[in-house]
């Protein structure tokens, strides 16, 4: 009872750790994201504070302009204003779903589905901490440490880079189930095959996350990991049976995911950007002296140029592991012949798995850019399991500490005498070469070895007091403290909270955009203004996220303006600057509705076909044909061969009366009530991609793309109903694939259960 008490005491401060870590958040009322560069666009600007910074970080204005939308669409589609299938804010239309960066599934996704965004975004970064330390604690508990020691390694995986500072990417809806992972390839590695089924789960859940980069480097760090402790386990070979379970836990893990992986494999087909946010940078062997002074790019630096190369802090900065684990691997080399061999084992395999994958992130992006898939990893994925190995090894090294005997204390000091200075001067060296790269805002070199030389004097006085009186639970929770102070104080500068009030405040001209009830226009400027964080659809996508077919028709909106009539999009939005460049030829034909203090103003476009129009005049192209659109031009239908889709007999003459009225619309279903005195096409101004199904009047009817981005029907003369329904192939192709993959992961667990029990 009492080993238990402890337990659940260190999961409680597992808890508070996170509740610390996340106090603006959860006792000052501030949303964990960085949405502030929001307020340098138009439409939210005039809410803007006086002398507010603009931010450096480009990939921090993805929260803004990608995550933070994608999360308000996420909450109204709970709510039944929208469909976790089909996204009809952006770009005319998107598959959200299928998109998988938005993370519909990730079980870190759930508050959103009970509470309004902004509690929802707190709730759901709290809940990662708090299952990231607990996965850790639960696997260093596996590992034979003591409740404490347990504790230290939990708390520093917790507050590791990938999940705490990463906390509103989707990388950090992947890291915290890694420890899982890499307990069950140890079970592997060392011949325990049946353990290949709580590692698929495992990898099921990671997937889920929304993060395909961070994903295949976990998955490269438990293959690295896998190989180097099965290569050191030499009482008990593995064979064959443990490399087959290590692909069966792969595989089965992918195809427990199967009903998100497979809609993704059809979107990335289609797709001209799906949406990554890998940022182009490369480590070189200076910047390891941030794993001693994580703060040494400055507070509010996001990029920095070095040798005339841009390169990103926010990915270089995860070189940190904490000082105190860099440490404790001194105190490893000095106990390490002392210690028993299992225990060796493991801990020489984590140690040399984070020397491979630091040697692969020293390269990536470049030798191994010639590697088909490695090309798409950055060095924040081959470092992501770095943390949570050094982690263990610390704590594992620490309770080695405590079971020196007096001859054994001896040695470990004298070598603790070399390693530990050694070590520092190292990091000195390396900052004395990085010091004189150009950065911005960052503390005096002097001030960071101080706070440094501190933290480092922390650990020897906590190992001198447990070598005179040994001591699981001083050493533990004294390692606790150590760890959460310095690793909440090295990562503090990187994070951005935002006021509520802030956060996509209701500006009058979001409420007269809102108040249209239109699909909103305008110049490629629109594409930087995330209003589908306010629930206004629009043209382009600023998520970044386009379509193939939604990128042909755009990118000629520049030159030819009045295409935009075409995408059923009446009202446009429009700034001082767009009036008086490409869209000078265009405002005489448009009506003003109303004027800004910004200078954006709002027009309406008589002439702009509606949502759902009759076409009659048309130039047909093969399917894939670039025929370049021209809005003087009839529009462009792809059909088979190039083929008319009606009788071309029917098609002479002009001027026949019609009418379409959508009379029923929601995100995955629209219902046009048609009636034409002669044979045409329904044009449905919605981004045309798979999975979308026409009937007329109950009949099948084939969709053919028009202007390569929109949805056409051939109707008959007469009177029609015509319905668009999205029910995708690929997601009930992934549903199945993973009852399957739950069905034989279920009888083989079932299977285990019963040679344990019976």
Not at 224 to 248: I, N, W
Not at 325 to 344: G, H, I, P, T
Not at 431 to 440: D, E, I, N
Not at 588 to 606: E, T
Request: proline fraction near 6%; aromatic fraction near 10%.
């Amino acid at each position: 009872m009492r080993k238990r008490l402890e337990d659940i005491v260190c999961i409680a401060l597992l808890l508070t750790v996170a509740l610390f870590a996340l106090w603006p958040a959860v006792f000052a009322g501030r949303v964990p994201f960085a949405t502030q560069s929001a307020l340098f666009q138009t439409p939210w600007e005039a809410e803007r504070p006086e002398g507010m910074p603009r931010p450096f970080d480009e990939q921090e204005q993805l929260q803004a302009s990608r995550y933070y939308p994608w999360y308000v669409y996420l909450t109204a589609a709970a709510s039944g204003e929208g469909s976790l299938l089909w996204n009809p804010l952006e770009g005319c239309g998107q598959p959200f779903l299928a998109v998988w960066r938005t993370r519909c599934l990730s079980p870190f996704s759930l508050p959103f589905y009970a509470f309004p965004v902004d509690t929802a975004i707190t709730l759901s970064v709290l809940l990662k901490l708090f299952v990231a330390g607990l996965a850790a604690y639960y696997v260093g508990r596996k590992f034979g440490l003591r409740p404490g020691l347990a504790l230290s390694a939990a708390v520093a995986f917790q507050l590791s880079g990938h999940v705490y500072l990463w906390l509103g990417w989707p990388m950090s809806d992947v890291m915290p189930w890694l420890p899982l992972l890499a307990l069950s390839t140890e079970r592997l590695a060392i011949g325990q095959a049946r353990y290949w089924t709580i590692g698929a789960i495992v990898t099921a859940l990671m997937a889920l996350g929304g993060d395909p980069e961070t994903l295949a480097g976990a998955l490269l760090f438990c293959g690295a990991y896998f190989v180097v402790r099965a290569g050191l386990q030499r009482t008990s070979p593995t064979g064959l049976a443990s490399f087959g379970a290590m692909a069966a836990l792969i595989a089965g893990g992918l195809a427990l995911a199967g009903g998100q992986l497979v809609p993704y494999a059809e979107f990335v087909t289609k797709a001209a950007a799906t949406g990554a946010d890998n940022a182009e940078t490369t480590l070189r062997l200076p910047d390891l002296v941030l794993a001693y002074l994580p703060r040494f790019l400055g507070r509010s630096l996001g990029i920095w140029t070095g040798g005339g190369e841009l390169r990103h802090a926010r990915v270089i900065r995860l070189v940190h592991v904490g000082l105190l684990q860099l440490m404790l691997a001194s105190v490893w080399l000095a106990v390490r012949s002392f210690v028993a061999q299992a225990q060796r084992r493991r801990v020489d395999a984590l140690l040399w798995t984070v020397l491979v994958m630091t040697a692969l992130a020293m390269v990536a992006g470049r030798a191994l850019g010639y590697v088909p898939w490695l090309r798409e990893l950055g060095p924040q994925h081959f470092l992501a399991g770095n943390a949570l190995a050094l982690a263990l090894a610390g704590a594992a090294a620490a309770d080695e500490w405590l079971l020196l005997n007096a001859r054994q204390c001896i040695r470990a000091l004298r070598r603790l005498a070399l390693y530990i200075p050694l070590l520092i001067a190292l990091g000195a060296a390396a900052a004395a070469v990085h010091h004189g790269v150009p950065r911005l805002d960052a503390p005096p070199l002097s001030v960071q070895a101080v706070k440094s030389g501190l933290l480092v004097l922390g650990l020897l006085v906590l190992l001198l007091a447990t070598l005179l009186k040994p001591s699981h639970r001083l050493m533990g929770y004294g390692l606790t403290v150590l760890t959460a102070v310095s690793l909440v104080a090295a990562w503090t500068p990187g994070l951005r909270y935002v006021d509520r009030d802030l956060t996509f405040p209701d500006t009058s001209l979001v409420q007269a955009v809102r108040a249209a009830g239109e699909r909103v226009g305008g110049s490629g400027r629109l594409a930087e203004w995330p209003l589908a964080a306010e629930l206004v659809p629009q043209v382009y996508a600023p998520a970044g996220v386009v379509l193939r077919r939604q990128k042909t028709f755009l990118d000629r909106l520049d030159e030819e303006p009045l295409l935009l009539r075409r995408s059923g999009a009446p009202a446009l939005l429009l700034t001082k600057e767009d009036i008086q460049g490409a869209y000078a030829r265009v405002r005489p034909m448009l009506s003003i509705d109303r004027v800004f203090p910004s200078g954006a103003v709002l027009f309406s476009d008589l002439a702009s076909k509606p949502r759902a129009w009759m076409l009659y005049d048309y130039r047909t192209a093969p399917p894939g044909d670039t025929a370049e659109f021209d809005a003087a031009l009839p529009p462009v239908v792809e059909t088979a061969n190039g083929a008319a889709p009606i009788h071309p007999s029917s098609n002479a003459g002009q001027g026949a009366a019609s009418r379409a009225d959508i009379t029923a619309a929601s995100a995955t279903a629209v219902t046009v009530d048609v009636e034409t005195l002669r044979p045409g096409i329904l044009v449905l101004a919605d981004t045309h991609y798979p999975g979308w199904r026409a009937t007329v009047d109950g009949k099948d009817a084939r969709i053919f793309p028009v202007d390569a981005m929109f949805r056409g029907v051939a109707v008959d003369a007469g009177r029609h109903e015509v319905q668009f329904r999205y029910r995708p192939r690929s997601v009930q192709i992934g549903l199945y694939l993973t009852l399957a993959a739950a069905l034989v992961v279920l009888v083989e667990l079932r299977r285990v259960f019963w040679r344990a029990y019976y």
